[in-house]
């Protein structure tokens, strides 16, 4: 394959690209509960609590193909995989705790937003 045939994976605007990867519904949830420790399959599933196992594993793919997380096989009966943040998904969680401060702080504002508009919409 020539490089004119390989796919460009730098994208013109980095803000959109970064957001639309880790802003979807899962990511950083993932991400926080891999703050803490690194956790196996089925304990970060539970930590999650309501996420699907499918949504679970396309996320974690994501999150491993951006470089937030590495995923280790261990080669062992049964076969374990550990999930843990690589430098990249660490150096993520101080931006990403501003956001979720920033949500928590503004949560209300936005919900009396939300009512007001359905009660005089534009």
Same mark, same amino acid.
């Given at each position: 394959?020539?490089?004119?045939?390989?796919?460009?994976?730098?994208?013109?605007?980095?803000?959109?690209?970064?957001?639309?990867?880790? *802003?979807?519904?899962?990511?950083? %949830?993932?991400? $926080?509960?891999?703050?803490?420790?690194?956790?196996?399959?089925?304990? @970060?599933? &539970?930590?999650?609590?309501?996420?699907?196992?499918?949504?679970?594993?396309?996320?974690?793919?994501?999150?491993?193909?951006? *470089?937030?997380?590495?995923?280790? %096989?261990?080669? $062992?009966?049964?076969?374990?995989?550990?999930?843990?943040?690589?430098? @990249?998904? &660490?150096?993520?969680?101080?931006?990403?705790?501003?956001?979720?401060?920033?949500?928590?702080?503004?949560?209300?504002?936005?919900?009396?937003?939300?009512?007001?508009?359905?009660?005089?919409?534009?």
């Amino acid at each position: 394959m020539s490089t004119s045939e390989l796919p460009s994976f730098d994208q013109p605007c980095p803000i959109r690209d970064v957001l639309d990867r880790i *802003g979807d519904q899962w990511s950083l %949830l993932i991400l $926080e509960a891999l703050a803490q420790r690194t956790l196996r399959f089925n304990e @970060l599933n &539970r930590e999650i609590g309501d996420i699907s196992r499918q949504m679970l594993s396309r996320t974690l793919k994501r999150l491993e193909y951006d *470089g937030f997380v590495s995923r280790t %096989l261990y080669a $062992e009966v049964p076969p374990r995989v550990e999930y843990a943040l690589t430098d @990249l998904g &660490r150096s993520f969680l101080e931006p990403m705790q501003r956001l979720v401060e920033w949500a928590d702080h503004h949560h209300a504002a936005i919900c009396e937003a939300r009512r007001a508009a359905m009660i005089h919409p534009v």
